[in-house]
């Protein structure tokens, strides 16, 4: 079956500017979360929605934004775009918010911010 | 702050040896799961323990979690080049009807041949 997809899988941006990042689940699963890698602070959870709803959220300020579709798809918008929030951007998937057996994560956006 | 502690942060090792990582906590977990990510891709799910005491094997990988479910090792024997990456370890912490996972800091690991 397919896997998480996520895309950009590049991006390129300038301070100030507002980006759109989108994430499809595997077929099946209805909770996707999301986190923000960098070098110095490692992985760090952003969001998870489960059926169109936002379940749990990370300490992240209101720049950071998301959502849900009916089909499980998300989208994550980072507004005012800063030189701080250039990173990795992963996507995974779970059949439900905390799955006990694992997420599937999406190969990732790499935002870099100019 | 890291409610998981993995150690050590950078390991370094040459084809053919063993390897450990460590990863601790204060808190229980309802299950441990391990991952393992190369440069520019995700996460890749190796493992799931769930039950305290256990142990898991995949190939040369062994998984074990602790009898108080706060903290796990990952064993590698006879490392090879392929064995290279980014090791993270999850605890997932049941406050709800959902749970929530938590990532710790990562330990890269290096073969070299």
């Known amino acids: 079956k397919a896997g998480v997809t996520q895309t950009p899988r590049y991006l390129i941006k300038t301070r100030g500017q507002q980006v759109t990042l989108s994430c499809s689940p595997i077929?099946?699963?209805?909770?996707v979360s999301w986190y923000q890698q960098t070098p110095g602070q490692g992985l760090q959870f952003l969001f998870e929605y489960f059926s169109e709803t936002q379940r749990n959220k990370g300490n992240f300020p209101g720049r950071f934004s998301g959502r849900q579709f009916s089909n499980s798809r998300s989208e994550m918008n980072v507004s005012t775009l800063e030189l701080g929030d250039s990173a990795l951007y992963l996507c995974a998937s779970s059949l439900t918010p905390g799955h006990l057996y694992g997420y599937t994560f999406g190969s990732g956006t790499r935002l870099t911010v100019v | 702050t890291q409610l998981l502690e993995q150690s050590p942060q950078f390991l370094s090792i040459q084809e053919g040896e063993n390897l450990t990582v460590y990863c601790n906590s204060s808190s229980v977990f309802s299950s441990l799961q391990w991952y393992r990510q190369e440069p520019g891709e995700g996460p890749v799910l190796l493992v799931t323990v769930v039950t305290g005491g256990e142990v898991k094997k995949l190939k040369r990988l062994t998984f074990q979690f602790g009898d108080a479910r706060k903290d796990s090792s990952l064993h590698i024997t006879a490392a090879q080049p392929g064995d290279t990456g980014l090791y993270l370890c999850a605890g997932l912490v049941t406050t709800d009807s959902w749970g929530k996972l938590q990532f710790g800091a990562g330990t890269q690991v290096v073969v070299t041949p």
């Open positions: 077929s099946g699963h209805r909770s």
